[in-house]
C-alpha cells in the first residue's frame, strides 16, 4: 500500500511533464509540416561546381603518384 503512494504521484508527475512537452512542441510548431520533410530526400540535390579549366597553352600538372599498396596490416620482418 506504501507504494501506491509513492508511485500514483510518480506517474501523474511523468504524464503531467509528458503532456507540458507535447504542447510546447504543438505550439513551437513542430508539428505544421509532416509531409515535407518524408519527400524532402526524393529532391535532386544542386549540382556541384565544376572544376575551373586550366588556360590553353598552361602547362597540365604532373599526375600524382598513387602510394605503395599494401597487401596486410601486419608488420613485415625481415630474414637474413
Known sequence: METIFVLLPLAVLIAGIAL????WAARSGQ???LETPAVRMLFDDEPAPA???PA???PADPPT???PETTS???T???E
Open 20 to 23: 507540458a512537452l507535447f504542447v
Open 31 to 33: 508539428f505544421d509540416d
Open 51 to 53: 572544376a575551373p579549366r
Open 56 to 58: 590553353l597553352g598552361a
Open 65 to 67: 603518384p598513387n602510394p
Open 73 to 75: 596490416d601486419a608488420p
Open 77 to 79: 620482418r625481415r630474414t
